[in-house]
């Protein structure tokens, strides 16, 4: 697709269940990243993926948010044992290279609620 | 530590007014860019402005203005004749390094 496209949409998981979320970067992108943005808050830093390698994690919040992007191209965020303050929205965004002056590209996100 | 603030949480205005976004930040770097981003309702972020800290030259286009100050390290964004449309959260944000660092956002809402 012409854009950053995430999946799904909108997620529901109940207090202790594990979640996936998706990003399918820009084709070609380098540079990928997540974000997490909680209600009206900014998005928060959470990693970033040059190709496959992922580069600075020091923003994923604990040992239960892991990233992967194993072919350099589409990345997934896995939550595990999930709580309510992991309720938000999760940005993807993807760069052309690795250069501080590309901008960078966002997905409509998902809203991730637990209940 | 907070390295962008957008210190207007919320601003109203009427259709045709001009208005204002402050951002303020934070750095050490000699190199960094800033950008500006909106997030109509629809939640996906849009790119406005890209900004190098070795350029100070001030930006037009279209109702659209921004003013980058070094000595204050600010970079604030003007919308001139503001219309309904423009009605969204608005970012700014620093990249220092390989990530990009966000403001809070400033919602600003146009009445007609």
Known sequence: GAGVSQSPRYKVAKRGQDVALRCDPISGHVSLFWYQQALGQGPEFLTYFQNEAQLDKSGLPSDRFFAERPEGSVSTLKIQRTQQEDSAVYLCASRPGTGLDTEAFFGQGTRLTVV | AQKVTQAQTEISVVEKEDVTLDC???????????????????????????RN??????????RYSWNFQKSTSSFNFTITA???????????????????????GTRLTVKP
């Open chain 2, 24 to 50: 303020v930040y934070e750095t050490r770097d000699t190199t960094y860019y800033l950008f500006w981003y909106k997030q109509p309702p629809s939640g996906e972020l849009v790119f406005l402005i890209r």
């Open chain 2, 53 to 62: 800290s070795f350029d100070e030259q001030n930006e037009i286009s279209g």
């Open chain 2, 82 to 104: 503001s219309q309904v449309v423009d009605s969204a959260v608005y970012f700014c944000a620093l990249s220092e390094d390989n990530d990009m660092r966000f403001g809070a």
